[in-house]
């Protein structure tokens, strides 16, 4: 499968620490994506990162691609309480719009 | 305001019953999509459909059924031959060209009472 992995599957930390999560995957890809999801809602597109970039930011979100470790990692700086979700990383392969998503990376920011 | 709309967000089917879940998009995007999400779990394809009246199999199509007549409307069908349909479905549109990410409902969940 072409899913990728993120890691670590849960995390807890205190509100205005820095939250990473990282991403591995299989084989070659044109595009990374990052989705928050909100319990029981839709997904939220966070960012798309291109083979060919190595670090995206928006916000208090930065986006960092290594194509030869095939991995990414998502870092959220300053947390809040508001950024509690689950995120995952979607990743493409044989087609530019059909992506493979993770199992995601359950984020808990404690007030 | 543009955005996708998936109804209705709860669903009840008895064993042996389709059912049929909603999607509708005013986005004008070419290219729809239907995930399942169990719990504590990512998203798997079931569903897609990059043109109008064309559509293709994703990772679980089996149990599973959709049509594409209207660009804005992308159902989807579960038969009674989805062994445990019970689940999140969510769908997804996106625009043609280079990818910017995909736009999603806010979901529906399914239930086999």
């Known amino acids: 499968s072409q899913q990728g992995e993120e890691d670590p599957q849960a995390l807890s930390i205190q509100e205005g620490e820095n939250a990473t999560m990282n991403c591995s995957y299989k084989t070659s890809i044109n595009n990374l994506q990052w989705y928050r999801q909100n319990s029981g809602r839709g997904l939220v597109h966070l960012i798309l990162?291109?083979?060919?970039?190595r670090e995206k930011h928006s916000g208090r979100l930065r986006v960092t691609l290594d194509t030869s470790k095939k991995s990414s990692s998502l870092l959220i700086t300053a947390s809040r309480a508001a950024d509690t979700a689950s995120y995952f990383c979607a990743t493409d392969w044989d087609n530019f719009n059909k992506f493979y998503f993770g199992s995601g990376t359950k984020l808990n920011v404690k007030p | 305001d543009g955005g996708i709309t998936q109804s209705p967000k709860y669903l009840f089917r008895k064993e042996g019953q389709n059912v049929t879940l909603s999607c509708e998009q005013n986005l004008n995007h070419d290219a729809m999509y239907w995930y399942r999400q169990d719990p504590g779990q990512g998203l798997r394809l079931i569903y897609y459909s990059q043109i109008v009246n064309d559509f293709q199999k994703g990772d679980i199509a089996e149990g599973y059924s959709v049509s594409r007549e209207k660009k804005e409307s992308f159902p989807l069908t579960v038969t009674s031959a989805q062994k445990n349909p019970t689940a999140f479905y969510l769908c997804a549109s996106s625009a043609s060209g280079p990818p910017l990410g995909y736009t999603f409902g806010s979901g529906t969940r399914l239930t086999v009472v």
């Open positions: 990162i291109r083979s060919n970039e």
